[in-house]
């Protein structure tokens, strides 16, 4: 045998494996009897049957994430973007998906998940909810206006098809989303509401003269960020909104 051939001895570092799997997140107090069996458990610190008692599921969905409970405001203005985006309509990939596969005979239990397959991606999915919340920070400083002036005069439309000026924001069907506009007016009444959203009403204000305006992908991307949570949870936050 040649010294090339020669496999290195593995050697042991003597370290012991993890007896029990850990995680900040949900911990289950186990039963005197029997310690695979929980008697209890608890989200960030929550009694788990607590919450289930006396907070909403769009509550409980923040502290998953944000590892706190939301504030009355920050409760009122999550759910209300939970409700605006629950269904994203039957001309949405997603939708078209699901359809397609409950057409074809798919298993049911299936279906959901062929369609948050499509949901997760970076035309009106959750890609797209992440790059705009990561757009929406880097340009947090800078003038509405002005970011739109650059971006058109940089920028060339597209001969078909719709044009995402910015991710979160463009047309639709050639158009303004008229639905969603009508969604953005609705959360600027409410008092959660903070610098992400103000920033980017004003960003899509003077997109309607080139015929374009809020996607619920930025919708959904200025409140995430208004209640705190990082670009990364974005696109999950997104299929969980939609499903």
Not at 122 to 150: C, I, W, Y
Not at 152 to 163: F, L
Not at 231 to 236: D, Q, S, Y
Request: proline letters at 7%.
């Amino acid at each position: 045998m040649t010294k090339e051939n020669i496999k290195p001895v593995i050697k042991s570092r003597n370290e012991p494996f993890v007896d029990r799997v850990a995680t900040r997140i949900w911990q289950e107090i186990p039963s005197a009897h029997n310690p695979y069996i929980a008697e209890s458990c608890q989200c960030h610190g929550y009694d788990a049957l607590e919450l289930a008692e006396k907070r909403s599921f769009s509550d409980v969905i923040f502290l998953l994430h944000a590892g706190e409970l939301p504030s009355a405001q920050q409760s009122r203005l999550f759910e209300t973007l939970l409700v605006a985006l629950s269904n994203p309509g039957p001309r949405h990939p997603a939708t078209r998906a699901a359809m397609n596969a409950g057409v074809g005979k798919t298993n049911p239990a299936h279906i959901l998940p062929i369609s948050q397959s499509v949901m997760s991606g970076d035309h009106l999915g959750g890609g797209e909810v992440s790059a705009a919340m990561t757009f929406l920070r880097k340009n947090r400083k800078n003038t509405p206006e002005q970011v739109v002036h650059e971006l058109i005069s940089q920028n060339e439309r597209p001969e078909t098809g719709d044009w995402h000026i910015a991710p979160g924001f463009g047309s639709r069907f050639g158009d303004i989303d008229i639905i969603s506009e009508r969604i953005a007016t609705l959360l600027m009444t409410l008092p959660g509401k903070g610098p992400a959203l103000d920033w980017a009403n004003e960003f899509a204000k003077p997109l309607h003269e080139h015929n374009m305006g809020w996607l619920s992908t930025g919708l959904a991307a200025a409140v995430f960020l208004d209640l705190g949570f990082h670009p990364r949870a974005g696109a999950g936050l997104f299929q969980i909104t939609s499903s």
